[in-house]
Every structure is written in C-alpha cells, then in structure tokens.
C-alpha cells in the first residue's frame, strides 16, 4: 500500500506521517517546505499545484489540510474540490481530515455541534467553512472519499492511548461522557480506515475511550 499525507508538516500531518511509519507503511510527505516529517519520501509541492500524474500512483491520499484566518478559510472548499477534480473517476481513495462542528446531535440530523449555544464564537465561521466543503464533499459521486471527524475536544498533545471509538454522522461521547480524542488517537483511526477502506463517500467520526 502506497499513501501520500497532503499537507503533512501540519500537527495532524505530522502525526499521521509517524503512524503509517510505525506500521511500515509505504508514505510520502506531500509539503510545500521542508519536510519536518518521518517520511523518508517526500513530495515538494504546493496542494494547489497538485496533478493527477503526482497522485496516480497511492492507494490513498490523505488530505491534512487546515486554515485558520478569516481570508484562507474559503480554501477547506477549494483545496478539497482540487484534490477530489484529480482524483476524479480513479481508484485512489481519499480520506479528509474532517472537523467536529458539523456533528448532529439529534437522531433527526437536524442540529449539529456548532449550533448549540455553548460553541464558542471562535471557531464558528471555521465550522461553518468546514461544513461547507463538507457538503460540497457529499455530492462527489465519482471520488472514493471518506471524511472522518474528531471529537468536540480534538487535542493536538494529548497522549497516544492506542484506543479509539468509531461513530458515525453523530457526536459520540465515551464511557465518561466526553467526547475527546488526541491528534495522536486520531491518527491511528486515520490509518486503520487507510488499511480497511470500509467508509466510501461516508463521514465517520473517532472519539477516545
């Protein structure tokens, strides 16, 4: 199996990069500077510069793109929608990075995570980008995508406990009623869903236990 993690010097890029290279997994790190990841093969590129030709050759990409500020936060739909134009009618899969705003919270799948009052006004317009592209994503019928969520609580140093829930369209919560997980945990969940490929055009999400 041959994986290439876009955007991979990124905190979730990083972490997925070492998961894949502790199971001896094929990896390329897909960067714009110099990799600062464990992959030994490394493609220098800008995401949004990415061909099909660069791509033709994975089983799956792994799309760890994040933005943040106000002017990039359109970019979640853009740089998805270029990398779901060349992967387009092939067999590579696509496995996206997703976030947690966009996770109902009643059976009826009418209210999501980011509506409820206690979603801090921060991170609102970011939620409502994501779940954009989210949507833009559900339409794709000719890409093999998976779009997996974190917890409510996605915390980028916290410790590797090598377990893991998998949920589905819904916020799941734990034994302990939190829904949290480590950029570490998650990237194991990334990894697995790499190997098992069960979800096409589904969104799942991960939550620690």
């Known amino acids: 199996m041959k994986i290439a993690v876009v955007c991979a010097n990124g905190k979730a890029g990083k972490l997925i990069v070492k998961e894949a290279v502790s199971r001896g997994i094929d990896v ?3 960067v714009r500077e110099d990799n600062k990841t464990e992959a030994k093969n490394v493609l220098k590129k800008d ?13 799956v990409v792994i799309d760890a793109f994040g933005a943040w500020t ?16 060349i992967l387009s009618g092939t067999q590579t899969r696509l496995l996206v990075v997703g976030g947690a705003g966009s996770l109902y919270v ?6 999501c995570v980011a509506d409820g009052p206690e979603f801090p006004d ?15 994503l559900r339409q794709r019928t000719d890409v093999k995508w998976t779009y997996i969520s974190p917890a409510g609580d996605f915390r980028a140093d916290g410790e590797r406990t090598g377990k893991y829930i998998l949920g589905g369209e819904e916020l799941t919560l734990n034994s302990k009623g939190e829904s949290v997980i480590s950029y ?12 098992s490929g069960g979800n096409i055009q589904k969104r799942i999400s991960v939550v620690a236990e």
Do not use: W
């Open 28 to 30: 390329t790190a897909v």
């Open 47 to 59: 995401l949004f510069n990415l061909t099909a030709a660069d791509l033709k050759d994975f089983d």
């Open 70 to 85: 106000e002017d990039t936060l359109p970019q979640h739909s853009t740089s998805l929608k270029h990398l779901c134009d």
């Open 106 to 111: 009643n059976p009826e799948h009418t209210a």
């Open 122 to 136: 921060g991170f609102k317009a970011l939620a409502a980008a994501m779940a954009k592209a989210l949507g833009e």
């Open 184 to 195: 570490a945990d998650y990237a194991i969940a990334m990894i697995d869903e790499a190997i």
